[in-house]
Structure formats: C-alpha cells, structure tokens
C-alpha cells in the first residue's frame, strides 16, 4: 500500500525564514538612510538598485533547502 504524501515542515519554515530576511534587510537598509539620503541622487540610485537585487542571493539556497531538505546540490 502506498503511503499518502505528508507536506513538508521545511515549506512553510523557509517562507517564515524569507520574510525574516526580507524584514532584516530592510531594516539595515533603512538603517542607513540618513547616511544615503544625504547623497546627491545620482549616487542614491546606484545604492539602492544594488541592495534591492543583493538580498536576492541567499535565497538559492534557502529555496534548495525547502525543496530537497539539503543546502547544496
């Protein structure tokens, strides 16, 4: 006999885990407005075009682990 599929607890903990570092980041972004507010636009840009697509990179491994249960391939 076949066993049904259970859900995986790593699914909803992963989802809780990107909110988490979504939520630090922006914090530690936000903790840095006044430094980076005080700069010309030209160079605000640049800043927060990076830090909006660097908090991007932890979340490959993030992903892999809520899928497989393994942090690497």
Do not use: C, D
């Amino acid at each position: 006999m076949i066993e049904p599929h259970k859900p995986s607890w790593r699914k909803p903990a992963g989802m809780f885990m990107i909110l988490g570092l979504i939520a630090l980041w922006a914090f530690i972004i936000g903790s840095f407005s006044r430094q980076i507010g005080g700069l010309p636009g030209w160079a605000q840009i640049p800043i927060y075009v990076v830090s909006g697509i660097v908090w991007i990179a932890p979340l490959k491994p993030l992903l892999l682990w809520m899928e497989t249960g393994r942090w690497r391939i």
